[in-house]
């Protein structure tokens, strides 16, 4: 893996050329090993918190762990073409507007002993903005040559604080052209239902049941691109101990291997479906 600015990742995007590397910033990773008509992304994958920060935060490093999409990263790291945020979103959230990626509060909890300055908030605004311009790189080139994008857009959530049955995955759609794409979601939704799980966990899946897919990642795609799908893709924390902190490693395999056969099929289906 190289370590690569970002003037020099865009670079290599349009010349269609494979490459693997972290932003010289340490900030996030891209990898194409083969220039395929899908993107696999995990904008909440990433842990490092900036040290200048660490006196000033109230959260607690587990409570941060907590609101993170841990290993949504090692879930698709198999495919041809991926992109993950390494910053927290406590730093700042890659899945949302710039003017809300900086948080004061997160989960009805003040964040900051004493309020960023606006330095601060800069250095963590550039690297959100920089991974948006590597992003409109990589879409542009990939529907460019295709004609057509799939976006497998990875994420998880804390079900246990939910106080009813709910889907071990949920695909957030609200925000995508459901009559254009309506038979590709549903495709996607049943492919997911069907994976096993080690433990006797369940595989249920539903649309817009936990989340409805409003985050700034796909809409910054969505907006600009029309021929690409983003699909918000959310996976239960099924394959960890949310409250101990413990990853279920088994799980995770279970589902890399799982999505290292079903991504590709459903993108190869998708494509057919497409107009």
């Not at 006196?55 to 993950?84: F, G, L």
């Not at 939704?189 to 649309?207: D, N, V």
Request: aromatic share 14%; glycine share 4%.
């Amino acid at each position: 893996m190289d370590r690569l600015s970002v003037a020099e990742i865009i670079s290599k995007i349009k010349k269609e050329l494979c490459f693997e590397a972290v932003a010289s910033d340490y900030s996030f990773t891209i990898k194409i090993e083969d220039y395929v008509p899908y993107i696999c992304g995990a904008v909440h994958d990433g842990h490092q918190f900036r040290k200048e920060l660490w006196t000033n935060c109230i959260h607690t490093e587990y409570e941060r762990w907590y609101e993170e999409d841990p290993e949504t990263k090692n879930m698709v790291q198999s495919h041809p073409i991926v992109i993950a945020g390494c910053d927290s979103r406590f730093e700042y959230d890659l899945n949302r507007a710039p003017e809300d990626a900086v948080f004061e509060t997160a989960w009805g909890k003040q964040l900051w002993h004493k309020p960023l300055s606006e330095d601060m908030k800069a250095k963590s605004l550039k690297k959100h903005a920089n991974f948006y311009k590597v992003v409109h790189a990589l879409v542009e080139t990939v529907e460019s040559r295709f004609g057509y994008c799939a976006i497998y857009d990875m994420h998880s959530y804390n079900w246990k604080r939910w106080d009813r049955e709910v889907p071990t995955w949920n695909l957030g759609t609200s925000n995508v052209d459901n009559d254009r794409f309506g038979g590709v979601i549903e495709d996607w939704r049943q492919s997911l239902s069907e994976i096993e799980f080690p433990q006797g966990i369940k595989s249920t899946s539903g649309i817009n049941d936990t989340f409805q897919g409003n985050g700034y990642f796909l809409k910054y795609i969505t907006k600009n691109f029309k021929n690409t799908l983003v699909l918000a893709t959310e996976i239960a924390k099924v394959y960890c101990d949310e409250y101990e902190q413990i990853i279920y490693p088994e799980v995770v395999k279970t589902v890399e291997e799982a999505l290292k056969v079903r991504i590709p099929e459903h993108a190869d289906k998708a494509f057919k479906l497409f107009d």
